[in-house]
């Protein structure tokens, strides 16, 4: 579609925040008639007592009806939730103040937060950011082996966690001496764990908590970064960090009280915790509480959102499976070939009816959908040149955890299907000692960057460079109209025998684009002799594809199949680039909770 032509349009205007406090207290102000949250009924365990008093008349006429009618979801307005985050932090710093010294009151506490994603979550990031302490998201799905080392390495506090964790933080509380207070968000029997009711209830007075100073420059947030738990790196953020990150993100893209947002990515990772949670209570649009990505298909039936934040393989299965359904006759194929064409043809005309005539595919999103943020990693430009056809702005975006996360986006009326966008309004980023063709490591400047590594001054000093730019790791070059591309990870890189530099991700891609691949690593390996080095791809199948395709066919029949597939890519590089070995795998690449594979597992 022409839409993603226009340039040098304004940007949009947003209002100032100074830290997170200030973030709930201007929502509150500013949109107190947007709903925060939406939830399914009985899927939290203690929501505010007072979310069905009747704000205006409105909320209690919501809470029968529900949004779209739809009875099934709770609401939180703004007012309910900042007390409910006013009541779990005074009782948590009434906690902690009963537990320590006055030595050790001097510090801030760090706060944890161990659980799958539901209103507590929440209300427990912000309780710890508004007036507490540091707090400290944990990936759920790690081993309890693993949550001790993090624990330990980070030197935590307190810990906030689901019932289904009990057994889990039992085990850090007998090998964590620094534990001081351990709140469950439902009843359970650890001993010496308080419930989130418990805690939210022996506040008394709360204005010591919410006159507590909060610092904006100084470190307000924890992250460790993927690898494992001893090679992992902890990332400092300050709350100006994240404010910042999200006032800027917002001057690029449009968003409001009405829209409405569906999360169903880990809350841990910064980018759905920033863009899919603080960003929507700036921004004073309503975030639904969805069941995770295995009811992600019936979460988008009842809560028809607006807006979503992915990752590229989420949006490829759903481009997957409708493609399929589309090339499955001639008679669908030659239906939506034609719907394509009188789209563009009314679209010349300034008439924009893809929702109409796209209206079966848009329903499969619940109808609604208009705009998806997607970062983690490079995607296919079909895809979201697909979306874009049907109704549906995908802007792809690039960002690191260190950067709060977003770097860069596509705006939302100048974008390229191809490229991960154009730097953040306030972001300075360069390409470092670029090659022939324009290729090198990107830095970045800016006051969304982090802090450093929390204990580990030489990590921070490698990534930092004299003059302040943060060195991101991160491959790739910039075109002449601003835009960003990513090649690939520093780390990654296969250096050839000429010299020439091989980006896995690159030949990742290529081999991916079959639909008998399901997943590829490529990487640099000794021959057979161990006299040389040559390029490998390790390929887990498209299984399904290939039986439905070709029937039930031996390994050695599917070897060949994914061997001609090579063949196919190897005929599009340079001979320093091609793929010299295939190594065929019959399970999935092990993976991190945001679905990016890990390489060196």
């Known amino acids: 579609m022409p839409r993603n032509l226009k340039k040098d349009y304004p940007y949009y205007k947003v209002h100032y925040v100074r830290d997170l406090r200030d973030l709930v207290n201007r929502r509150c102000e500013m949109y107190p008639d947007s709903p925060v949250f939406k939830f399914k009924c009985g899927t939290t365990a203690s929501p505010h007592p007072h979310s069905n008093a009747d704000l205006n008349g409105k909320q209690n006429a919501e809470q029968k009806v529900g949004h779209n009618g739809d009875s099934e979801w709770k609401a939180i307005y703004p007012k309910d939730f900042r007390e409910d985050i006013q009541n779990l932090g005074s009782g948590l710093l009434r906690l902690w103040n009963a537990k320590t010294s006055v030595e050790q009151r001097k510090a801030e506490p760090k706060i ?54 009990t057994d889990t933080v039992g085990k850090v509380m007998s090998e964590c001496s620094n534990l001081k207070v351990a709140v469950c968000f439902d009843e359970c029997e650890l001993q010496g764990a308080y419930t989130y009711k418990e805690a939210s209830e022996i506040a008394g007075d709360k204005g010591e908590y919410n006159s507590r100073r909060i610092d904006p420059d100084a470190v307000g947030i924890l992250l460790f970064t993927s690898g494992t738990t001893s090679q992992s790196k902890i990332v400092m953020l300050s709350q100006r960090n994240v404010c910042s990150d999200i006032m800027n993100m917002f001057k690029m893209c449009s968003m409001g009280p009405g829209d409405s947002f569906l999360s169903v990515l880990p809350l841990h990772h910064t980018y759905e915790c920033t863009c899919g949670f603080i960003a929507q209570v700036y921004s004073g649009t309503t975030i639904y509480i969805g069941e995770g990505l ?19 393989a989420l949006l490829e299965k759903f481009y997957g499976k409708i493609m399929k359904e589309i090339e499955s006759s001639a008679l669908k194929r030659f ?99 670029p090659d022939e063709n324009g290729i090198g490591e990107f830095i970045v400047k800016g006051d969304n960057v982090f802090l450093g590594y929390y204990g580990n001054l030489k990590a921070t000093d490698e990534v930092f460079d004299k003059d302040g730019y943060f060195h991101t790791g991160d491959v790739g070059y910039i075109d002449d109209d601003g835009f960003l591309y990513i090649t690939g990870r520093k780390k990654n890189v296969i250096i050839a025998k000429n010299g020439k530099n091989v980006f896995p991700e690159e030949l990742e891609y290529l081999i991916n684009k079959s639909p008998l691949v399901c997943e590829s690593v490529v990487s640099q390996k000794e021959n057979e002799t161990g006299n040389d080095y040559i390029i490998q791809a390790e390929i887990f199948p498209q299984f399904d594809e290939i039986r439905e395709s070709f029937g039930e066919i031996s390994a050695d029949e599917i070897r060949v199949k994914i061997e001609e597939e090579i063949s196919r890519v190897n005929k599009k590089l340079e ?23 890990k390489r060196c597992a």
């Open 294 to 312: 295995t009811k992600i298909a019936s979460d988008l039936q009842k809560a028809k959102p607006t807006c979503l934040c992915v990752v590229p």
């Open 112 to 165: 944890a937060i161990l659980s799958e994603t539901r209103y507590e979550w929440y209300v427990s990031y912000m309780a710890a950011t508004n007036g507490l302490g540091i707090v400290v998201p944990l990936d759920r799905m790690l081993r309890a082996e693993e949550l001790v080392t993090m624990f330990q390495r980070a030197g935590i506090d307190m810990v906030l966690f689901s019932k289904k964790y």
């Open 335 to 433: 239906g939506f070939a034609m719907l394509r064409g009188m789209s563009r043809f009314l679209y010349l005309l300034r008439i924009d009816a893809r929702k109409v005539l796209f209206k079966k595919v848009n329903d499969v999103f619940g109808g609604n959908l208009r705009l998806v943020f997607m970062g983690g990693a490079p995607s296919d430009p079909n895809v979201i040149k697909f979306f874009d056809e049907i109704g549906v702005e995908v802007l792809q975006g690039y960002g690191l955890t260190e950067c709060a996360p977003l770097v860069a986006v596509n705006r939302d009326q100048n974008y390229r299907y191809n490229s991960a966008g154009v730097p953040l309004v306030g972001n300075e980023i360069k390409v470092y000692q």
């Open 575 to 597: 001979n320093y680039q091609k793929i010299k070995k295939v190594v065929i795998r019959d399970t999935e690449f092990i993976k991190s909770s945001t679905h990016k594979i």
